[in-house]
């Protein structure tokens, strides 16, 4: 059984242009998966920038609130201080502002961080 050229022309026409558009597509697919690939490396990137950053950040915080808290914890073993009320308030004062200094302080640099994320798609 064979098909007229009439009908067969047509049918090839339609193949040929589907293949090609198939491989257009998975061209475009390609493309598209490649420019996401650097995105997200270009974030990644950011990212442990970032996370170095914060680590720093974070651990100056903590040895300055340490050695503020070793002071503290130095007065408060004197008994001179640990008797007297007035003393021990102003001491335990000064822990506190110590405490949310470093606490605003750690919450604002990271906030004030520059590095943004960029846009993915």
């Known amino acids: 059984m064979s ?30 998966r490649l420019a996401i690939e650097a995105q997200l490396e270009a974030c990644l990137t950011v990212i442990n920038t970032n996370h170095e950053q914060f680590l720093r950040a974070m651990d100056d915080n903590r040895n300055l609130a340490m050695t503020a808290y070793d002071a503290v914890e130095k007065l408060l073993a004197a008994p001179s201080v640990a008797s007297n ?20 302080n750690f919450i604002a640099a990271v906030n004030a ?5 960029p846009r993915i798609g």
């Open 3 to 32: 098909l007229p050229v009439e009908v067969g022309l047509p049918i090839i026409k339609e193949l040929i242009d589907a293949v090609t558009e198939y491989q257009m597509c998975k061209e475009r697919e390609q493309t598209k």
């Open 85 to 104: 009320p007035e003393l021990l308030q102003r001491v335990l004062t000064f822990l506190q502002s110590v405490h949310e200094r470093h606490s605003k």
């Open 113 to 117: 961080s520059p590095m943004r994320l």
